[in-house]
């Protein structure tokens, strides 16, 4: 896996910050693009509770890595819980594939919404218009891992 920049290494600092703000009543600060993620290891059976970027598409969460392994353990997972703006639910996830329609929009939107993470982890320019140029999005997605969360009993998007 190759280093993280050196800004990814500070946010990831800040977590336990971030996640006491998501999950009190001050979340409308950092809800209505960053959620929290509490999901169980599938080897280690450990409880983690993290901070991720998000973008609602057809009424479904989506968040996207490229750096971190925390997808497989929720994929594997029939139920995780997420904080979304300041409400708990349980939702569940799946991978999408990378070709399909849904994810590339999904990481079109993402990068468009989070472009300093575009430049700095997906190395995915953004041009004047607020949107990545779709040739770095045709190849950046291929390397990428998009979740789609759905709420079991409400949409997550909701």
């Not at 979340?27 to 959620?35: M, N, R």
């Not at 599938?42 to 409880?47: I, M, Q």
């Not at 594939?97 to 993402?110: G, K, L, Y």
Request: net charge positive; proline share 6%.
């Amino acid at each position: 896996m190759e280093e993280l920049p050196l800004r990814i290494k500070i946010l990831r600092r800040l977590n336990p910050v971030m996640l006491w703000i998501l999950r009190s009543p001050l979340h409308a600060l950092l809800s209505a693009q960053i959620l929290v993620l509490q999901y169980r290891g599938r080897k280690s059976g450990k409880v983690y509770t993290i901070p991720l970027s998000y973008v609602t598409l057809g009424g479904h969460v989506h968040c996207v890595t490229r750096t971190s392994a925390w997808w497989k353990s929720v994929v594997d997972t029939p139920a995780v819980t997420i904080w979304l703006r300041g409400k708990p639910l349980v939702v569940s996830a799946e991978r999408l594939p990378s070709a399909a329609p849904d994810a590339r929009t999904a990481f079109r939107m993402f990068l468009a919404a989070n472009p300093g993470t575009a430049r700095l982890l997906y190395n995915v320019r953004i041009g004047q218009d607020g949107k990545p140029y779709e040739t770095d999005v045709d190849r950046e997605v291929l390397d990428s891992v998009i979740v789609r969360l759905r709420g079991n009993n409400h949409s997550a998007g909701g």
